[in-house]
Every structure is written in structure tokens, then in C-alpha cells.
């Protein structure tokens, strides 16, 4: 079992930014690849990104590339989510989400999800 907390989330101004952080417990963290959903009212879970154990394979959705970096750091155990240039359209809650394998866009091959942290973005 794997458990996974978000944090960092808040209000903030478009054009601003905002660090999500997530930590997990349990048993090891080790091989498993972590991903970002996120969701607003009203709509499905959308895929945000997500990054191999080792690194090595990042992908990340279109509305986010080029403003949303994702890391990690496997010694701490924890995710990060580096949102830049925020627009109002970010608004939801966002979840981290982790899985073995590379990664990817599909939200029914994560096993382990946290309980996700809200970020709202104002115009």
C-alpha cells in the first residue's frame, strides 16, 4: 500500500505560480511512476502529467506544455508539480496518482491516488 498526501495548493493570480508537492508512505516508492490529474467542477478527471521512476519519460497534456514542469525526487519520496503562467481555466482539484510502469494519460492504470489539494486561480 502506497500513500500519497498533496500539498501546496491555494489561490492565486493568473500569470502567478504555485509548487504542488506530493508525499508518499507506505510500502516502497520504488518503481513506481507518478502522474497529475486534475479536476474542476463539473468535468471529468483530465490527465495533467506524469514521469517515470528513473525520470527519463515525461509526458504532460497539451493545455499545460510549456507552463506546468513535473519532478521528483525519490530519496524524499516526493512529486512535484511546478505550475507557471496560471490562467483561470487551472482552477480544480488536483490529484497526484501513482502506477508502475512509464506513465501516461490514463487515469484507470494508476493504483494509488491521494486525496487531492484545490488550487484556484483568479482572473
Known amino acids: 500500500q502506497v500513500q500519497l498526501v498533496e500539498s501546496g495548493g491555494g489561490l492565486v493570480q493568473a500569470g502567478g505560480s504555485l509548487r504542488l508537492s506530493c508525499a508518499a508512505s507506505?510500502?516502497?516508492?520504488?518503481?513506481?511512476?507518478m502522474g497529475w490529474f486534475r479536476q474542476a467542477p463539473g468535468k471529468e478527471r483530465e490527465f495533467v502529467a506524469s514521469?517515470?521512476?528513473?525520470?527519463?519519460?515525461?509526458y504532460d497534456a497539451d493545455s499545460v506544455k510549456g507552463r506546468f514542469i513535473i519532478s521528483r525526487d525519490n530519496a524524499k519520496n516526493t512529486v512535484y508539480l511546478q505550475m507557471n503562467s496560471l490562467k483561470p481555466e487551472d482552477t480544480a482539484v488536483y490529484y497526484c496518482?501513482?502506477?508502475?510502469?512509464?506513465?501516461?494519460?490514463?487515469?484507470?492504470?494508476?493504483?494509488?491516488w491521494g486525496q487531492g489539494t484545490q488550487v484556484t486561480v483568479s482572473a
Open positions: 496518482a501513482a502506477r508502475l510502469g512509464l506513465g501516461g494519460s490514463y487515469a484507470g492504470a494508476y493504483v494509488y
Open positions: 507506505g510500502r516502497t516508492f520504488g518503481g513506481y511512476a
Open positions: 514521469i517515470s521512476w528513473s525520470g527519463d519519460s515525461i
